[in-house]
């Protein structure tokens, strides 16, 4: 077993840590403050091939290797978990994996490309207000139309769902099915009957935009569905898992800034006439978040390995999403105890670390869904039984 990077890798790696710490960091707090997205910086990600990192070259993608992938998903959520949510694990999991996977020839072509240049933004749009965590609940619907489908419904929470150009939704087009009946469509923001409206004050993912958006008798041509009609259950969980990978590397980011920022503290902050740093209970909470943060780094790792080399990962995304973004949410309280009453403060980034965490642990499936799932995994039973 090798656990170096290979040279590609590390280069990669360093190429996306010098963006994030020279175009992402120096406004991060203040975007957060402001709930502000900039498109400029999907634009420069795009101009490094950041925007469509592991999809093939033909499609416009870089053409990068999924671990690749996952350490541009670290270091950019180091920067900024909420640049990752827009470009990385929506932009890029959520919507141009499925396209690769499931899309016609014509839909990878009408799409892919211009979502790796930036000219295009995606979002994923399952949840409804009724309908989180059991997805079967769906009720947004579709009704064929001659070779039509028309679409009506709401979805709530949708990150880029204001800023998105097309929309992967996801709705009942045979509801007596429940999650058989499930089909995924393409649809334009410029189609009529398409509208959305922005949710502000989240507590944490600030940066990135999310929105509700109402489909009123929106009209979908046919070859805009992704697999077949009742298929969009499997597509939407394939987009999930490779998701769920993504966000298990931006949590790994979160925790590492955390650690780059506690460190930093102790080493300045004196009482007791030394450094904090010099406080073997300091030590010991420095060394649980080092500890938590490098066991979700190679779960991230492992699970990457088995995507890249195309074999089942559903259950090891499952742990990796699991285990990191509780160790994320668990490393930042740490940072901020180690920070004293200035960690109660937006001085230093250790609250916005922690909110972004929480954030990170309830989208793609809470961590009592992704127990579910490692277990129904571990134990050889289907979700719908
Ligand atoms: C910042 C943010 C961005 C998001 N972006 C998107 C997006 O881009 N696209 C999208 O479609 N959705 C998005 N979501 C929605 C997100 O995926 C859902 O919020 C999440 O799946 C949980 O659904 P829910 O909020 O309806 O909670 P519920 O499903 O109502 O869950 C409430 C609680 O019950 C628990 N629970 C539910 N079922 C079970 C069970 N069977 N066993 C044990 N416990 C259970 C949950 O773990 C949770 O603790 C986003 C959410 C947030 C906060």
Redesign the pocket.
Known sequence: MDFDLNSDQVMVRNMARDFAAKEILPTAAEDDTNEHYRPETTEKMAALGLLGAPLPQEYGGAGFDYISYLLICEEIARASAGVF?TCLT?QTS?FQLPILRFGSQELKQKYLPRTTKGELLG?????ETG????VAATETSARLDGDKWVLNGS???????GIADVALVFAQTDKAKLHRGITAFLVERKTPGFSSRNIHN?LG?RD?N?AEIVLHDCVVPAENILGGSGDGFKVGMYALDCARLSTAAACVGVGQAAIDAAVKYARERKQFGKPIGGFQLIQEMVADMVTETEVARYFVYRAGDLKEKDRPFVREASIAKYYAAEAAVRTAQKAIKIHGGYGYSNEYPVGRLLRDAV?LQ????????QK?IIGRETLGIAAFV
């Open positions: 949510t929506v959520l979002c994923f749009a399952m949840t309908s989180g965590s059991d979805k709530m929470w949708i990150s880029n769902g989240k993912l990135s999310t954030g309830l989208y793609e499936g809470t961590a009592e869904i579910l």
